[in-house]
């Protein structure tokens, strides 16, 4: 004779709020406590996305963007911010001040920026390649530029060589850059 399965067997008896992630509705419980599943072991899974091995790795946001290591902070927004009310109020001065504010609030945006981007690509969660590469190029430029300029007056056709360095410098970086970000996408992608 065979018997028959009661259509309450193997179903939970927790509330749909205390389910595990993931758990369907008549999927049998874990627990000791469960008539079908007693004297079987299992391991809860934990919620998707997290693993394991994550565990103590940096903290990211829920759409996988890495934080910064002062992470409750928005350091990099806010000095993007004070940036951009510096450069609002110096188009509105009209005295000396007006280069100085200009000039460190341009700075101030840019390396907001630079931060951002830099800590997106070495995460492996967006690629900034050709922005990290021609940030070096364009610093260095002008650096040469400027400090030639302070103690002669520097030819038009020094650019020339300066752009060959230039391209040179920046096909370098930018290869380093894209390996290195590749790499990082591929730990990304073993890591969940």
Request: hydrophobic content about 45%; aromatic content about 6%.
């Amino acid at each position: 004779m065979a018997k028959r399965k009661s259509s309450k067997r193997g179903r939970s008896r927790r509330p749909a709020s205390q389910r595990a992630q993931g758990e369907p509705a008549g999927a049998p419980e874990s627990s000791a406590g469960s008539a079908s599943g007693a004297g079987v072991a299992t391991t809860e899974r934990p919620p998707r996305g997290r693993s394991p091995a994550r565990t103590g790795a940096r903290a990211q946001d829920p759409d996988g963007r890495p934080q910064a290591p002062w992470h409750p902070w928005p350091l990099a927004e806010l000095v993007i911010l004070v940036g951009v009310v510096g450069v609002m109020v110096a188009v509105f001065l009209e005295n000396e001040v007006k280069p100085a504010l200009l000039g460190a609030s341009i700075l101030a945006v840019a390396l907001g920026t630079f931060e951002v981007t830099l800590r997106e690509h070495l995460a492996g969660y967006r690629s900034h390649t050709v922005l990290l590469a021609l940030v070096p190029v364009v610093v260095l430029h002008s650096a040469v530029l400027l400090i030639a300029g302070a103690f002669t007056s520097v030819p038009r056709w020094v650019n020339i060589p300066l752009l060959a360095i230039d391209i040179a410098i920046f096909s370098v970086l930018y290869k380093v850059l894209r390996l290195r970000f590749l790499d990082a996408q591929r730990e990304r992608r073993f890591a969940r």
